[in-house]
């Protein structure tokens, strides 16, 4: 902050009203207050500086000056000289060096937070999420958790849940189940949650990879059925005479052998065959998904279809429905997720 910058703000301050002797110059600013630390040695200040910097040091001033025989000592207990001694000077001046910092983060931290000290709180919180080690991420969640600063807080919580083990082991965290109990519940909690959407998010992968499988199931079946393949296709048309595999499906083959193996097998579904079975299951998401019902050449397509209307308030036909819609969802992401993929892919001119 610059000197000529300390008037305009101690204009603003109620316990130093605004008159003409108040364009004043940082140089040659007296020290006219004594803040008292625990271990009672004294910290000469400039009361206008401590009031501009912070409202609340600036109200205990203001309150100082109304009492008979103004007292020009503020108390700061509970902290280190040495870190009300940065602090001081920061408010003074804007000024803490990395090493400070360093040192004592997490005192200034504390006292930011109390004093209302939003620039200096907001280098603290940064300075000590970049420092979070196993050893002091206890007492930094624990002061999070008490001055009001969320993102340091759930920094700590993941440093914790990733290290939980080595944490479990530190001075902190035996301190913590002795003194603070509650603190440890959220922690566990944290951690049970963590795990839960880890789980969630493992099950959403797979489930997104099954519905892609089967859309592309459903692709395929409609090239073999429409176009024809190697060794599969619709009555009026001749099979390939290709001997390679489909270049355009990797499950085009197994399909092949599955609709031979269904037109061939004498169990059938009634029968007890699971393959029969499967294919069966394949041909009914299809038809649920189909919107040509009426020309569609995949077999039993427009049966399904004329069944599943008669019967809609089954809760089957529902289970059915919810699954055709997930599948159509993830051919649609998937094809984003392409498109995206081909448009990184094209040179920029």
């Known amino acids: 902050m610059s000197p000529a910058n300390f008037s305009d703000d101690l204009k603003l301050h109620p316990a130093f009203p605004a008159t003409d002797s108040d364009v004043i110059s940082a140089e040659n600013l007296e020290p006219d207050i004594h803040i008292l630390t625990s271990d009672g040695q004294h910290i000469p200040a400039h009361a206008s500086l401590l009031a501009a910097a912070s409202p609340v040091l600036g109200s205990i001033i203001c309150d100082l000056r109304k009492t008979r025989g103004f007292n020009n000592?503020?108390?700061?207990?509970?902290?280190?000289?040495?870190?009300?001694?940065?602090f001081v000077g920061f408010l003074c001046a804007s000024m803490c060096s990395e090493e400070e910092m360093e040192k004592f983060g997490i005192h200034l931290l504390a006292l930011s937070h109390v004093y209302l000290v939003p620039k200096l709180?907001?280098?603290?919180?940064?300075?000590l999420a970049q420092r979070l080690t196993v050893d002091n991420v206890v007492d930094v969640l624990q002061l999070a958790r008490l001055c009001d600063a969320p993102d340091l807080y759930f920094k700590s919580m993941k440093l914790i849940n990733e290290n939980f083990?080595?944490?479990?082991?530190?001075?902190?965290?035996?301190?913590?189940?002795?003194?603070?109990?509650?603190?440890e519940l959220e922690i566990l909690q944290f951690i049970d949650e963590a795990e839960l959407r880890k789980k969630n998010a493992k099950k959403l992968k797979e489930d997104q990879s099954l519905?892609?499988?089967?859309?592309?199931?459903?692709?395929?079946?409609?090239?073999?059925?429409?176009?024809g393949c190697t060794s599969v296709g619709p009555h009026d048309i001749e099979p390939s005479k290709t001997k390679g595999p489909c270049s355009k499906f990797s499950t085009c083959e197994g399909l092949q052998h599955s609709i031979k193996h269904f037109a061939a097998c004498k169990k059938k579904v009634n029968g007890g065959c699971l393959r029969c079975k499967r294919f069966w299951q394949l041909l009914k998401?299809?038809?649920?998904?189909?919107?040509?019902?009426?020309?569609?050449k995949v077999p039993m397509c427009r049966q399904f279809k004329t069944k599943t209307q008669s019967e809609k308030k089954r809760k089957n036909v529902t289970r059915w429905n919810l699954l055709a819609k997930k599948v159509m969802s993830a051919k649609f992401i998937s094809s984003l997720s392409v498109s995206k993929k081909k448009r990184e892919?094209?040179?920029?001119e």
């Open 285 to 296: 998401l299809h038809s649920s998904i189909c919107e040509h019902s009426d020309i569609c």
């Open 211 to 227: 519905y892609l499988q089967l859309s592309e199931a459903m692709e395929c079946l409609e090239h073999i059925c429409t176009e």
């Open 165 to 183: 083990k080595a944490v479990e082991h530190a001075e902190g965290w035996q301190f913590l189940q002795n003194n603070d109990p509650f603190l």
């Open 121 to 127: 709180k907001r280098r603290c919180i940064k300075a």
């Open 345 to 348: 892919e094209e040179p920029r």
């Open 73 to 86: 000592v503020i108390q700061i207990l509970g902290v280190p000289y040495d870190a009300v001694s940065v």
